[in-house]
């Protein structure tokens, strides 16, 4: 069983940067690969970014690769989602997800375990 801690989320103007954090229980942290992903009112949850439990390959969608990065600390159990340039059209809530296996992973279902998320809104 995991248990996952989002944060680092907030109000902020378009053009601004935020990073998000997720913690896990556990001491098994290096076993999960790792995705984040994102709600917007009235949308389905949508994959954002994946890394492996190695944290050696990351994978992004296309909107935000180049300004989004996800990474890693296996030490301090956490993954990380920095955001730059963020746009009005990043406004969501954020959700960081695990799963055990050795490669990353692209659709909810293939998750076990999700946080509660935490919520980015971007001003225009």
């Known amino acids: 069983q995991v248990q996952l801690v989002e944060s680092g989320g907030g109000l902020v103007q378009a053009g601004d940067s935020l990073r998000l954090s997720c913690v896990a229980s556990g001491r098994t942290f290096s076993r999960y690969a790792m995705g984040w992903f994102r709600q917007a009112p009235g949308k389905e949850r949508e994959f954002v970014t994946a890394?492996?439990?190695?944290?050696?390959?990351?994978y992004y969608i296309d909107s935000v690769k180049g300004r989004f990065t996800i990474s890693r600390d296996n030490a301090k159990n956490t993954v990380y989602l920095q955001m730059n340039s963020l746009k009005p059209e990043d406004t969501a809530l954020y959700y960081c997800?695990?799963?055990?296996?050795?490669?990353?992973?692209?659709?909810?279902?293939?998750?076990?375990?999700w946080g509660q998320g935490t919520q980015v809104t971007v001003s225009s």
């Open positions: 890394i492996t439990r190695s944290g050696v390959i990351t």
């Open positions: 997800a695990a799963r055990g296996g050795a490669n990353y992973y692209t659709a909810p279902e293939e998750y076990d375990y």
